[in-house]
């Protein structure tokens, strides 16, 4: 006659002694579930490139910003200057000798006088 108690061989593992099936080591589950395991490490690395790629997306859409603030902080910094430099002239033309006019158009590289 069989007897009735299982044997470990059918049970489909290997059991230890207190009747629980035994785990698998981490290399031995990765070989017996190697698609798993392949595709696993594929989703991961499109997550990790999809975030970099979501990461330089702001990065870009932060420096376009900072161009443009930098842009208009040009033009208004150059706009200022062409102030200061016309209120100069204004003030040296005042000057009977006309020598510091000269000097400061000379300076400022303003042939147009």
Do not use: W
């Not at 035994?22 to 690395?45: D, E, I, P, W, Y």
């Not at 990790?48 to 910003?65: A, F, N, P, T």
């Amino acid at each position: 006659m069989a007897s009735a108690a299982p044997s470990s061989s059918t049970a489909g593992g290997v059991r230890n002694p207190r009747g629980h099936p035994k785990s698998l080591g981490l290399v031995a589950n990765a070989l017996k579930r190697k698609h798993s395991f392949v595709q696993f490490f594929a989703m991961t690395g499109i997550l990790l490139l999809s975030c970099r790629s979501l990461g330089q997306k702001y990065r870009i859409h932060d420096l376009v910003e900072d161009t443009a603030a930098l842009k208009e902080e040009q033009d208004s910094l150059t706009s200022r200057m062409n102030r200061i430099k016309q209120g100069l002239l204004d003030e040296a033309a005042l000057e009977p000798t006309g020598a510091f006019a000269a000097r400061l158009r000379l300076l400022f590289g303003d042939e147009s006088n």
